[in-house]
């Protein structure tokens, strides 16, 4: 969205010395030492089942039958998130609940497998006693 209203403002007043995001979703920039007004409006979109949503590549989802219609509102009203510029989201996998289930995994797949060498071992066993 930045770079949209970039070209919007450079081919109405030149080009701008910055770009503002507002927590609502309101785009707005300065030229020179005038603050310019609101640009532009962001808007943010929720489902009732997110989960339902078809994952299509490169991080984007298309909406399905399972994830309902989507709820369009402005950034932090009526319980829509925020838009914080410049910032990163953060990543929502706790590292250490994943370690924890990627060792019971390994513990798992060790059991198995110990398992299958003791049938083995026992079978061979029984097979000697046969002769």
Do not use: C, W
Request: no cysteine.
């Amino acid at each position: 969205m930045s770079e949209d209203i970039q070209r919007i403002v450079t081919a109405l007043v030149g080009a701008p010395i910055a770009i503002a995001l507002a927590y609502t979703g309101g785009a707005s920039f300065a030229v020179a030492v005038a603050l310019v007004g609101l640009v532009g409006q962001m808007e943010l979109y929720r489902f009732v089942n997110p989960a339902g949503m078809k994952a299509i590549g490169e991080n984007l989802f298309k909406v399905t039958n399972a994830s309902g219609e989507a709820i369009g509102g402005r950034p932090g009203l009526d319980g829509m998130g925020k838009t914080i510029h410049k910032f990163l989201e953060k990543s929502n996998v706790s590292v250490v609940q994943e370690m924890v289930s990627m060792i019971t995994a390994q513990r798992a797949y060790e059991l198995n497998s110990k398992a299958i060498q003791t049938s083995d071992t026992m079978l061979g066993i029984a097979n000697n006693l046969k002769r």
